[in-house]
């Protein structure tokens, strides 16, 4: 129960990862808020999950590249609980698209998802955490930007923009007693990524992958020294550790979860 007592927004949090996140952060007791843009069954369940652990949880549908909509979504929050004390900033996509291909509404399309609605919500939720001198926030962004070839100019200039974005700001409110960091998953075993990589006759699967024939489990074993995908639960125990006073002088970081794919 080492949040007992604070409340936690985790942006994304209808299903997959940000359902983790939910529910790890409610094991340790915090009330939650939960957000998807659309579905409210999906949002209604995960809510129901974390319920069941004896917290409170409140769920708000909001498209969180859209100001006016965090805006609504910060008024909810603000009526139920009053502020938030950790934020989980976890809207992010990852497509694949040559530049050549690529439209100007391709690009501001990343833009908004991956690093306007981080800019949206962390200013709409900060100033109460600013004004009590105690706060967590932490960035789900990804591996592409510096240590992964990729396909995708907008995907990784979105990602290198997260990490500079948390860098700042950590040095902006570190004297107010609130730390920002950021994770970047590795290969996740979750339902968007279960196809790709179980299934080696999928659209998507790299063509370099195909090219030689290999399989999705060569694939994980060749690439991943741990040989298999993480769980959406191994990346809820860091992001619980970042949000408590056990990570106290932790500030600017970024933590790599990837079962050693990737070394910084």
Not at 206 to 219: G, K, L, T, V
Request: glycine share 8%; aromatic share 8%; hydrophobic share 40%.
């Amino acid at each position: 129960m080492k949040l007992k007592g604070k409340t936690a927004l985790i942006t994304g949090s209808g299903r997959s990862l940000g359902e983790a996140f939910a529910f790890r952060l409610a094991q340790e007791g915090a009330n939650i808020v939960v957000n998807s843009r659309n579905s409210l069954s999906e949002l209604e369940a995960t809510a129901n999950e974390v319920r069941s652990l004896g917290v409170k949880c409140l769920p708000v549908i909001a498209d969180v590249t859209k100001p006016e909509e965090i805006e609504e979504m910060r008024r909810q929050v603000s009526e139920v609980f009053g502020s938030v004390d950790i934020l989980v900033n976890n809207v992010g996509v990852s497509p694949y698209l040559p530049l050549l291909e690529m439209e100007p509404e391709d690009w501001h399309q990343i833009m908004d998802i991956n690093l306007h609605s981080m800019f949206y919500t962390t200013r709409a939720f900060l100033k109460p955490m600013v004004d009590k001198g105690w706060g967590r926030i932490v960035n789900i962004a990804g591996h592409v930007a510096f240590m992964q070839r990729t396909r995708g100019v907008h995907t990784a200039a979105s990602t290198a923009g997260k990490i500079s974005f948390t860098r700042a700001l950590a040095t902006e409110v570190a004297p107010f007693g609130i730390t920002v960091n950021y994770i970047c998953p590795g290969s996740m075993d979750t339902p968007p990524r279960v196809k790709y990589y179980r299934d080696e006759k999928a659209s998507g699967v790299p063509p370099w992958m195909s090219s030689r024939n290999m399989d999705a489990h060569q694939f994980l074993q060749e690439t991943i020294p741990m040989g298999r995908a993480g769980t959406p639960e191994e990346l809820a125990n860091v992001v619980a550790f970042l949000a408590s006073d056990e990570s106290s002088y932790i500030t600017g970081q970024g933590f790599l979860v990837n079962g050693g794919m990737f070394y910084l």
